[in-house]
């Protein structure tokens, strides 16, 4: 039976046991420094034992570093960026508490800083939402085309609400023209989709697949063999060099290129309608790509076979995986494009899986700049 | 050489007894009562508390708190904490790792992280599908893009892994939702999938790899969990398509390995050093010192389990399918079902010789498993929202969470005398 003596003597030994654990707060010291070794993270863990001891660092400071580590974001990799939001979380949480108000002058000029990192951006936007709502609010009309897709999005779904009230209040005109300033602006493929099926409810055309940059037109080459999911790594002719008048030895005899033309509308590649439905097959789509200047682009795949991609004969990324699902932009593939013909071979495996949801064999490929706007062809032009 | 002196003032004596005591009870502050991994202390759906709700009703639920964004990961409690875990966003990049008050359901802390890996998923699950763990003192959140965050109790951040952007093919399409577990300082994480897998122990201070294994290229959602295998051992298992591995956590040094097929969505359950996995019925494994293959106990085909997780508890293990089902654990002979309305995505719990089944229409059912001749629903609570996630228990508590809602459900309490 507990005694009063014994639960004191107990509540004395928690608080010690607390204290204990709890960690010393850390001194608050050189931002930039503190800022610098974060920064070095790596892969693997690299650099984590110098983060972790200098965020504790950077997480004491005051509101006052609280832009210069948003500014630390700048040019960071996408963890470092991360260690950097959750110090700024963390001063901005524990100095609120303490009642201390957000220094949103600052962070309004960090904002307006286009060239800032755009998730940093983001956050300050949030933080400047929290204290001057209004403020936020009236800085969405400018960020239409802001390099933030967050802050984006936002502005465009207030063009979209436009649209809306504008229909609703008989203004036909007022609403197209509303959802055409969303159209152009969006880049988040649901509220592309949202704002097409709309224009179309209104009598508009959209093209979609110029809207998204799909690539539509292709040479196609096949079937090669596939038995064991061997073919991936299989090194077929065309791999080594596109001769499009080649003729190769196929899976079941001779395989020659064969033009393909899709009028999907969102450029779904459909290598079942060009051999009918085919399995445990392997199969080439090749195509061109003029670019006007040299530039960094992203080829940004769907595809729910096996798959490889080629820009200009370099390999960007592989995968060896089935049926596990697709979408549009399921893999951005980052490379770049040289001024004038560029070539773009894609390489899609079928395996022998017999079940419905696995006849799909087929791709969806498009061309954009890293905020997935589409980067037309210039002989497209 | 320094000679030893008993010169010691009794208050200095009295000081030192009190922080060693001290210590030792902070040593002890991992308390059974706790729920700080996916299925419980023992990775198996059973807490030792015996006082749990038996009889739910709308006064049942002691608060609810909003949640910021979707999530089919289990709260997990830590002392008076209670932390979850969700996504939000068009492209689910945001993650969320949020601290309440087990008391009152305050919100204690949250924080926010950008998703480094792939977010597709299946659109049922979402990013935030693995269950955070706890060692009592960190918090190890993983998400399906593969992040890895480590937070002390207080959010404060100790490390980051990006596991996707270091191997950039062991991500899923249609979602990962294995759920991490520690053992001493090494936090084991299962990342399968058709493309790249892989198993690693990392080290809970620094996040580094202290060892990485490939793994068979299969998709597999199911999650690791760590068991005494005999006195004074302790080893992870886990299953998958391939079939059922056990390791030692420091080094990741094979134990036992055992290549039939065994379910890709549901978790082992451990219960007395024995092993028991869905595997075309159900399979109670045992490692034998003298083979690098387990003994096989028994196999039984009708306690067939569906994605839930088998529960052991005691002399009996269940399996939640179409009906529930009441084995032996000692031979896998069924003792009775129960007709239980799901669908499951939820694993069941139990404390107290009660269990907890949560279906995905968010009917909570508690019922008497205790009765040698079946089971018995004593009583039901209607969330009112689709409820994917494994409840917890803790402290006297269940905590289950939704897509946008904490709910802590207690016994109501006892009326007053007037």
Known sequence: ?381 | MTKSTNHQSPITYYVLRIALIALCLAAARLPAADWMQFRGPHGNGVSDETDAPAALDAKSIAWTADLPGRGLSSPIVIGDRVIVTCSSGPRQERLHVLCFNAADGAKRWERQFWATGRTMTQSKTCVAAPTPVSDGRRIFAQFSSNDLICLDLDGNLLWLRGLTRDYPNASSSIGLSSSPVVVGDTIVVQVETDCDSFVAGIDTATGVNRWKTDRPHNRNWSSPVVFADKPGRQVVAIQGLGGVVTFLPATGETVWNRTNESANISSPAPGDGVLYVSAHGLVALQGDSDSPTPKELWRDFQLAAGTPSPLVMGDRVFTLGSKLCCGKVSTGERLWTLTVKGPFSSSPVAAGGKMYLANEKGVVRVVDVTKPEGGQILSELDLGQTILCTPAIANGALYIRSDAKLWKIVKPAAPQAP
């Open chain 1, 1 to 381: 039976m507990f005694r009063p003596e014994l639960m004191k003597w107990l509540a004395v030994c928690g608080v010690a046991a607390l204290f204990g654990l709890r960690p010393v707060a850390a001194a608050p010291s050189d931002a930039a420094g503190a800022i610098q070794a974060i920064r070095a993270v790596g892969a693997e863990g690299r650099g984590n034992a110098a983060a972790s001891a200098a965020w504790k660092q950077l997480a004491a400071n005051g509101l006052d570093q609280l832009t210069t580590i948003l500014a630390g974001m700048d040019g960071a990799n996408d963890l470092a960026a991360n260690w950097l939001r959750a110090a700024a979380e963390t001063i901005v949480a524990r100095e609120s508490a303490a009642g201390r108000k957000l220094p949103a002058d600052d962070l309004l000029a960090f904002l307006r800083d286009t060239h800032h990192n755009p998730r940093a951006r983001r956050m300050a936007f949030e933080l400047v939402a929290r204290v001057q709502p209004d403020t936020a609010e009236k800085l969405l009309p400018g960020m239409m085309d802001d390099p933030s897709l967050e802050l984006r999005r936002d502005a465009v779904d207030r063009v979209i609400a436009a649209a809306v009230r504008a229909l609703d209040g008989g203004n036909k005109p007022e609403s197209i023209a509303r959802y055409r300033q969303a159209l152009q602006s969006a880049r988040d493929v649901d509220q592309i989709q949202d704002v097409a099926r709309k224009l179309r409810e209104l009598g508009e055309t959209v093209d979609l697949p110029k809207l998204f940059g799909f690539l539509t037109q292709w040479k196609i080459i096949g079937p090669f063999d596939n038995a064991d999911g061997k073919g991936f790594t299989a090194v077929f002719p065309p791999e080594q060099k596109v001769d499009l008048a080649g003729e190769y030895d196929g899976k079941t005899g001779k395989v020659r290129w064969s033009d393909y033309a899709t009028k999907d509308e969102f450029g779904m590649v459909d290598i079942n309608t060009v051999y009918t439905p085919l399995k445990i097959v392997t199969a080439y789509a090749y195509t061109e790509f003029v670019s006007d200047k040299a530039q960094p682009a992203e080829l940004r795949l769907g595809c729910k076979n096996a798959w490889k991609v080629w820009l200009n004969g370099k390999l960007l990324w592989e995968r060896d995986e089935y049926h596990r699902g697709m979408q549009i932009d399921q893999y951005r593939l980052a490379g770049q494009l040289q001024p004038g013909r560029n070539t773009i071979l894609v390489k899609a495996c079928q395996n022998e899986l017999v079940e419905k949801w696995t006849v799909e064999w087929q791709f969806q490929l498009r061309v954009c700049d890293h905020l997935g706007k589409a980067i037309p062809s210039a002989a497209a032009k």
